[in-house]
């Protein structure tokens, strides 16, 4: 049953400008983790993969079970290519079996803009240059929704028209990009998503954008301050809150690492914020451990 909440801000969701020096920035910072020829070659064959998996997509969107379909075999196969897998703290995962879902709060590992997808020539019917592949975010998530048996979701900003449908058709749990009420509407969306897949994993990105793009970071070192969206949609379901960090080892592949899980429920909203940013803590600090030059 979902709780109502008494205060909805909706500062708690942003969507961070693309196509600026920032962008272009920490761009570049991430083509330099790939620094290996295997991690190359993942970066290559998984673009080849979101485009194949957009041509398919914008031709099929009027069939939508046909492109859903095609979407969890591409996420399959990237998350293969990637080397996906869990590196460290499974054993918090029995905290979080058996709820009626799960929120995992996660780095906003800019991995997707090494693939982003080419709109040549106006290839495809959308308004943008680029098109961001949503698929790869959910990439380093694949393993642990396999290894729980839950489907996987995750939310996100509405994408332009054209791309939109395909998002939600793609499990993506939407909001508009503006307006009054967007939190209360996102908790409505994630207990609908819920009540239809019970048991769920529902990815969020608490920094609201790439790691390290507007604080001048690297894609580890400094996390942007959380936003508290993620922690209120917890607390108005009564779910778990899972902490995790993705991080690209050049050799071994795409590392998931889990924290251990928290709760909410209950808490004041200056509490609920506060917690927010202590979860923030908690992973910088292990993004440090693994960042750390290696003797």
Same mark, same amino acid.
């Given at each position: 049953m979902?709780?109502?909440?008494?205060?909805?801000?909706?500062t708690?969701i942003?969507?961070q400008k693309?196509?600026?020096p920032e962008?272009?920035r *920490?761009?570049?910072?991430?083509?330099d983790? /790939?620094? $290996?020829?295997?991690?190359?070659?993942?970066?290559?064959?998984?673009?080849e993969?979101m485009v194949s998996?957009?041509d398919?997509?914008?031709v099929?969107?009027?069939?939508?079970?046909?492109?859903?379909?095609f979407?969890?075999?591409?996420?399959e196969?990237?998350?293969q290519?990637? %080397?996906?897998h869990?590196a460290?703290g499974?054993?918090?995962l029995a905290?979080? %079996?058996?709820? %009626?879902g799960?929120?995992?709060?996660?780095n906003h590992f800019g /991995?997707?803009k090494?693939t982003?997808?080419?709109?040549e020539n106006g290839?495809?019917p959308?308004?943008l240059?680029r098109?961001?592949?949503f698929?790869v975010?959910?990439?380093a998530? %694949?393993?642990?929704?396999d290894k729980?048996?839950v489907?996987? !979701?995750?939310?996100a900003?509405?994408?332009?028209?054209?791309l939109?449908?395909i998002q939600?058709?793609?499990?993506?749990i939407? #909001?508009?990009?503006e307006?009054t009420g967007?939190t209360?509407m /996102?908790i409505?969306?994630v207990?609908? $998503?819920l009540?239809?897949n019970p048991?769920?994993?529902?990815?969020?990105?608490?920094?609201?954008g790439t790691?390290g &793009?507007?604080?001048?970071?690297s894609?580890?070192?400094?996390l942007?301050? !959380?936003q508290?969206?993620?922690?209120f949609?917890t607390?108005?379901?009564?779910l778990? *809150?899972l902490p995790?960090? #993705?991080?690209?080892?050049?050799d071994?592949g795409l590392e998931?690492?889990?924290? +251990?899980p928290?709760?909410?429920?209950g808490?004041d909203e200056?509490k609920?914020?506060?917690?927010a940013? +202590?979860? &923030?803590?908690r992973?910088?600090h292990?993004l440090?451990?693994?960042?750390k030059?290696k #003797?």
């Amino acid at each position: 049953m979902m709780t109502e909440m008494k205060t909805v801000d909706d500062t708690r969701i942003a969507r961070q400008k693309t196509d600026t020096p920032e962008d272009w920035r *920490i761009t570049k910072l991430i083509f330099d983790l /790939l620094k $290996t020829p295997w991690s190359k070659e993942m970066a290559k064959s998984i673009q080849e993969r979101m485009v194949s998996f957009f041509d398919f997509a914008f031709v099929n969107i009027g069939t939508p079970e046909k492109v859903r379909l095609f979407f969890e075999r591409t996420l399959e196969e990237s998350a293969q290519i990637s %080397k996906a897998h869990i590196a460290s703290g499974e054993e918090y995962l029995a905290g979080i %079996k058996d709820k %009626k879902g799960v929120i995992v709060v996660i780095n906003h590992f800019g /991995l997707y803009k090494a693939t982003m997808v080419p709109n040549e020539n106006g290839k495809y019917p959308v308004a943008l240059d680029r098109i961001s592949p949503f698929p790869v975010r959910l990439m380093a998530m %694949k393993c642990l929704s396999d290894k729980l048996n839950v489907g996987l !979701f995750e939310t996100a900003l509405e994408l332009p028209t054209g791309l939109l449908e395909i998002q939600e058709v793609c499990n993506g749990i939407t #909001i508009p990009n503006e307006g009054t009420g967007r939190t209360q509407m /996102l908790i409505e969306k994630v207990e609908t $998503t819920l009540d239809k897949n019970p048991g769920a994993i529902v990815v969020m990105y608490p920094e609201g954008g790439t790691s390290g &793009k507007s604080n001048m970071g690297s894609p580890y070192d400094l996390l942007d301050d !959380f936003q508290s969206g993620a922690f209120f949609v917890t607390a108005a379901l009564d779910l778990p *809150i899972l902490p995790a960090c #993705i991080y690209l080892n050049a050799d071994e592949g795409l590392e998931l690492h889990i924290l +251990e899980p928290l709760s909410v429920n209950g808490l004041d909203e200056k509490k609920i914020k506060e917690v927010a940013q +202590e979860t &923030k803590s908690r992973m910088q600090h292990k993004l440090d451990e693994l960042s750390k030059p290696k #003797i």
